[in-house]
């Protein structure tokens, strides 16, 4: 099977910084990642999949890069909206991982 | 726009069936580019995936699992269920159910708000 990793597993971060989150593969899964925000209380939302497509209504400030076994999620200027928790998935191959969750807090 | 509901019962008892159902409005359950899901989140932490359906019925399940689940879907009412055998307190988790569009995004891109089921006597 394939292990998502993300790191960091935390940051804090002020309004207005830019933010990178990464995502490792176990092994190499092309370009089949995609990334989800998961506010508190609430179900996790598509932001970009396909690595790098942004999803329908999503902010351009989020982005994605990345390709076989590394993948990095960027919020270019943090807004209040985005503190949330941020998890990445494979859709390679079942069983389809999620990674552990990246939660960003204010600073 | 497409809806997805969780509905089922909010606790069972250790050793039985959780059983749950995910109905799906506003679009529909029968169209080829679509599999469909179920997605678990324990209490404060991260996302498993439970397994999908496709539109053909074929299933795809977590091995973690170990064959304690199973996918339907009736698509004459709209809804796909999971059923999750021999539960125990390791089950208790918000479960949610969610598209996964098998086209070019190839990911969970709708999802259902999600039900708490909790395993104790």
């Known amino acids: 099977d394939i292990q998502m990793t993300q790191s960091p597993s935390s940051l804090s971060a002020l309004v207005g910084d830019r933010v990178t989150i990464t995502c490792r593969a176990s092994q190499s899964i092309g370009m089949f990642l995609s990334w989800f925000q998961q506010r508190p209380g609430k179900a996790p939302k598509l932001l970009i999949y396909g690595t790098s497509s942004l999803e329908s209504g999503v902010p351009s400030r989020f982005s994605g890069s990345g390709s076989g076994t590394d993948f990095t999620l960027t919020i270019s200027s943090l807004q209040p909206e985005d503190f949330a928790t941020y998890f990445c998935q494979q859709s390679y191959t079942p069983p389809w991982a999620f990674g552990q969750g990246t939660r960003v807090e204010i600073k | 726009q497409l809806q997805l509901r969780e509905s089922g019962p909010g606790l069972v008892k250790p050793s039985e069936t959780l059983s749950l159902t995910c109905t799906v409005s506003?679009?529909?359950?029968?169209?080829?580019?679509?599999?469909w899901g179920w997605i678990r989140q324990p209490p404060g932490k991260g996302l498993d995936w439970i397994g999908t359906i496709s539109h053909f019925a074929t299933t795809y399940y977590n091995p973690s699992l170990k064959g304690r689940v199973t996918i339907s879907v009736d698509t004459s009412k709209s809804q796909f269920s999971l059923k999750l055998s021999s539960v125990t307190a390791a089950d208790t988790a918000i479960y949610y159910c969610a598209r996964h569009e098998s086209g070019t995004k190839n990911a969970f891109d709708i999802w259902g708000q999600g039900t708490l089921v909790t395993v104790s006597s």
């Open positions: 506003g679009g529909s359950i029968r169209s080829s580019s679509y599999y």
